[in-house]
């Protein structure tokens, strides 16, 4: 397992933008697979966006797809979540997570599959 510590949650009206960080210990950042998730309250936690650690390739939630995008700097041990025109359904907590299985493929949704995780960043879109 790896420490992974997420920040720039806030309070955001609706249509504006925040861009979440995610800083990961360990020397082999680079070959984890990372995602994000998030869960509202009374809700289940569920899949945001993933991106692999070999080709960089990304996936999104429909809910995100247009709006968000996930990127990581291998060089600085961090992965972001760049969230544009967000909506008060939008509103959670956020939760960056990683998948360190060597050489893991495939575009990962599924929470199941991650095995560490940070501690949460609260996002709350007003309307």
């Known amino acids: 397992q790896v420490q992974l510590v997420e920040s720039g949650g806030g309070l955001v009206q609706a249509g504006g933008s925040l861009r979440l960080s995610c800083a990961a210990s360990?020397?082999?950042?680079?070959?984890?697979?990372m995602g994000w998730f998030r869960q509202a309250p009374g809700k289940e936690r569920e899949f945001v966006a993933t991106i692999t650690w070999n080709i960089g390739r990304t996936y999104y939630a429909e809910s995100g797809k247009g709006r968000f995008t996930i990127s990581r700097d291998n060089a600085k041990n961090t992965v972001y979540l760049q969230m544009n025109a967000l909506k008060p359904e939008d509103t959670a907590v956020y939760y960056c997570a990683a998948d360190t299985t060597p050489g893991i493929t495939g575009v990962l949704t599924t929470s199941g599959t991650y095995d560490s995780w940070g501690q949460g960043t609260q996002v709350t879109v007003s309307s």
């Open positions: 360990g020397r082999t950042f680079s070959t984890y697979a």
